[in-house]
Each structure stands twice: as C-alpha cells, then as structure tokens.
C-alpha cells in the first residue's frame, strides 16, 4: 500500500491503566505486544476504516499464531499487517522530513518574507503616486463639463432667439400685409363697412411699426375724404404711405432671409457644442473611474503590505510551533519502530522458541542480559 501522509498519535492512557497493561504484559507478553500492534493499525490512515476492522479483530487467529503453525491465509494476513505498518511508519518518516524541511529552509524563508515587504512597500509608494497623479485631473474635467455646458446653453439660446426673431417678422409682415389689403384697400376704395373702425386700426398698425406722426395724420385725413373728392395733394400722401408700409414689408423680408441664411450654422454650432459636452461628461466619468480604480489599487497594495509584514512577524512562531511538530513527529517514527518490533518478533516467532525455559518469562521482544531495556508493547502503544 502507498504510505500514508501522517498519523495520528494514539491518545495516552490514563495511569492505572497503563499499570494493568504492564501487569498484562508481564503474565502475557505476546498478547501485550499484539495489542500495541492492533491499537496502530486500527488508527492508520487511508485505509477504509471497516477493512482495518475486520484485520484487527482476527489478529489472535493470524499474528498470535506461531508461524511454523499458520496456513497461507494467516500468512498472508500478516504479510498485510506488515505493509500497513511500514506505510504507517513510512507517513511518520515522510510528516518528520518535511518538518525538517521547513525548518531548514527557514533562512531562505525570512528572507523570502522580507523580500515580500520591500516589494509591497515599493508598491505601496507607486500606488500613491498615481492616486496623486489622477487627483487634479477630476476638477479639471469637471470644469471642462462647465464650460461646454455653458456654450452648448449658449448656442441653444441663439438658435431659440433667432427662430423667435423669425416668427416675429413673419407675423408682422402679415400683420401689415393685411391691413393694406384689408381696410387700407377698403378706405382706399371709399367703401369700408366701418370707417371708424378702420381709421382706428390704421391708428395703431403706424403706433406699432413707428411711422410718422404727420404722414398718418395727413393719410387720416386723404382717406376720410370721399374717393372721388380727393385731389392730387391727397394721392402723394397716399402714395407716400403706400411706399412706407412697402419699406416694412422689404425689411421684414430681408430680416426673414438673413435668419434663414444663419440657421444651417446655428443648428450645426448647437451640434457641436452638444457633441463636446458629451465628450466632455464623458472624460469627467472617465477620469473619476480613473482616481477610483487608482485608489482601489492602493488599497489593494496596503492590504498586502499589511499581509506581508504580518507574515513576518509570524515567523518565528509558526518556527517554534513547526519545531514542536517534529519532536512530537519523532516521537512517532521512535514508536513506530518499536510497535514494528513487536510487529517482527510475533511474526518470526515458533513453537520451538516457546519451548526454551529460560526464555519463558519473557516478554516478547525482552533485550538481553546488559542490553538497554526497549518500552514494554502496552508503553510503546501509549505512546
């Protein structure tokens, strides 16, 4: 089987109990030993939790039997035993080199960390700058808004004005158009309805368009005369009234043509100022979402400088904590090592080494005479 990636430590057991597997391991060293070899295997990791199970509780029919005794299944079960073990103990070995790793390349990973600052500082100093950079660019895009806002209001009011001005000497040219063929022609031809009424209305159209007093007072008086009674005096004066009028009606043409000669640029000088104060509201929203994006940056910049001086500040306790991972990491392998002796010795053992008396009160996997004394199975499975 793969080696798994670590193990988990077995809990200790409390005092008294480790007294009573002592005493166990005393009266019955083998059973002691299987015992600490099953309280591993039950907890390897990456295996199915039901298979280790199933091994574990048929290791008195498997492990615990001598070998010259056991059949090819039993064999086998323990050949199966041993590879769980040794993928246990190899996840030990695998979780304390890497430990040993971190710790090794401590060095490099300081300077790695301060590196890390020194570049979130630099970046840190260019962000502001461009926070800066894009500070001024607002109110000046804003008062570029203003000012085309302004021109476009400009030009609109010189198109209204101008249109306005054409409505008027349109209507007053049909104003006085009317009147000479109206109740002019009528007083004229002697033959108005309403003289009265017709002399009032003469009254005002030369009020309104400020013709001459003593030209309107002579024309009052030729057209209260009868038709056929008038002399020649009275038809200069018509006459003269006539060309009057006749001035205005040119003059509200000419007014009337020279506004239409100016539209065209009117129109075209309010499109113009409607395009740049479209630009312009465009390059205020720009440079807006610029000085946003630049100072979102900066934010972002400070975050990680934040992150990288706390990542150095972490250090040196993620050290001693990592440090304190492989001694406890080493306590394991240790273990381990002695759970696969205890491992070895019940697979090797037979009959025959059962039969030797000097040997009997033995625990299984006892040092010789002299020899350092290994933890008993019920210690080393406390572990």
Known sequence: ?????????????????????????????????????????????????????????????????????????????????????????????????????????????????????????????????????????????????????????????????????????????????????????AMKRGDAPDAKQAAKALARLCKEFDVEAQLVESTSAALARPAGERGSFDSMVLDQFEQQLASLVAAFDEQTAATEAGRAPREAKVEAAGAELSAAQEALKARKEELAAAQAALREAEGEKQAAERAVRDLDPELRRTEAELDEANGRVRMMGEVLKFYEQLRDRTTADEAQPERAEEPVGAPADGADAAPAPAEAAAV
Do not use: W
Not at 18 to 44: C, F, G, H, I, T
Not at 109 to 134: I, N
């Open 1 to 185: 089987p793969a080696p798994p990636a670590a193990m988990k430590r077995p809990a200790g057991a409390p005092a008294a109990k480790a007294a009573k597997a002592a005493k166990a391991a005393r009266a019955d060293p083998a059973m002691s030993s299987l015992n600490a070899v099953r309280a591993v295997l039950v907890e390897a990791p990456g295996y199915p939790p039901q298979v280790l199970e199933m091994i574990a509780s048929g290791m008195e029919n498997s492990l615990l039997v001598h070998k010259d005794r056991r059949h090819s299944y039993q064999e086998e079960v323990v050949g199966m035993i041993g590879e769980i073990l040794a993928a246990v103990r190899a996840g030990c070995q695998t979780a304390v080199d890497d430990l040993a790793g971190k710790i090794s390349a401590s060095d490099a990973e300081r300077a790695a960390r301060a590196a890390r600052v020194e570049t979130a500082t630099a970046a840190v100093a260019k962000k502001l700058e461009d926070v800066e950079a894009a500070k001024p660019a607002v109110p000046e895009a804003h008062s570029a808004v203003v000012a085309a806002n302004m021109a476009a209001a400009d030009a609109k009011s010189e198109l209204k004005s101008a249109e306005q001005s054409l409505q008027s000497a349109a209507a007053k040219k049909a104003k006085v158009t009317a009147f000479l063929e109206g109740e002019y022609a």
